[in-house]
């Protein structure tokens, strides 16, 4: 069974710059797997940030962007806010009609 | 705008039947797919099941294969998510969303599913 990987955690300082990746267990992520990402607050239900492997959802601000690194996926977030603090959770179309979430990152601007 | 709304959600015994639902709007109901992704308490998320924009492919994870069944009505612009045989690990909020680039996107604030006796 393939699993998608996230780090559990991550940090940023205000004004900053993170990247998040979202990697296999077992090979490679590629455009082939549509990567998407998706910010949830507590409480809250998801947003999506990012389809498409790059795409901005409607309304999202260009400080998020998406990417494939070597062999993961990857949102970079510049410029940190405050509010960015939040659970963001990758998701992998592994074809056949099948996704799959990955753990999430908790990130924390401090 | 688009917007997703679930209901339905409840408190049910295990072993029983629950039928979801998820009315859509601001968008051509007909030319998307839809998912069913599912967060059980302090957990992550885990999609549960898409139908395809005409109804003709149905998927489920592997968690509920067998028990829970997705359909859509389009003149309604509604999807549904039929549970049986529901268990105490199927205990989540349940969250619509519309696919966007094989993705979910523009989600619900979901529905919440307690299975306890």
């Known amino acids: 069974q393939t699993v998608v990987t996230q780090e559990p955690s991550s940090s940023v300082s205000p004004g900053g710059t993170v990247t998040l990746t979202c990697g296999l267990s077992?090979?490679?992520?590629?455009?082939?797997?549509?990567p998407s990402w998706h910010q949830q607050t507590p409480g809250q239900g998801p947003r999506t940030l990012i389809y498409?492997?790059?795409t901005r959802s409607s309304g999202v601000p260009d400080r998020f962007s998406g990417s494939i690194l070597g062999n993961k996926a990857a949102l970079t977030i510049t410029g940190a806010q405050a509010h960015d603090e939040s659970d963001y959770y990758c998701?992998?179309?592994?074809?056949?009609?099948?996704?799959?979430f990955g753990g999430g990152t908790k990130l924390t601007v401090v | 705008q688009v917007q997703v709304v679930e209901s339905g959600g409840g408190v049910v015994q295990p072993g029983r039947s629950l039928r979801l639902s998820c009315a859509a709007s601001?968008?051509?109901?007909?030319?998307?797919?839809m998912h069913w992704v599912r967060q059980a308490p302090g957990k992550g998320l885990e999609w549960v099941a898409t139908?395809?924009?005409?109804?003709?492919?149905?998927y489920y994870g592997d968690s509920v294969k067998g028990r829970f069944s997705i359909s859509r009505d389009d003149s309604r612009t509604t999807v549904y998510l039929q549970m049986n045989s529901l268990r105490a690990e199927d205990t989540a909020v349940y969250y619509c969303?519309?696919?966007?680039?094989?993705?979910?996107?523009?989600w619900g604030q979901g529905t919440l599913v307690t299975v306890s006796s």
């Open positions: 969303a519309r696919d966007r680039g094989y993705s979910p996107d523009n």
């Open positions: 601001g968008f051509i109901f007909s030319s998307f797919g």
């Open positions: 139908i395809w924009y005409d109804g003709s492919k149905k």
């Open positions: 077992s090979g490679s992520v590629s455009t082939t797997y549509y």
């Open positions: 498409s492997t790059n």
């Open positions: 998701a992998l179309y592994m074809g056949s009609g099948i996704w799959v």
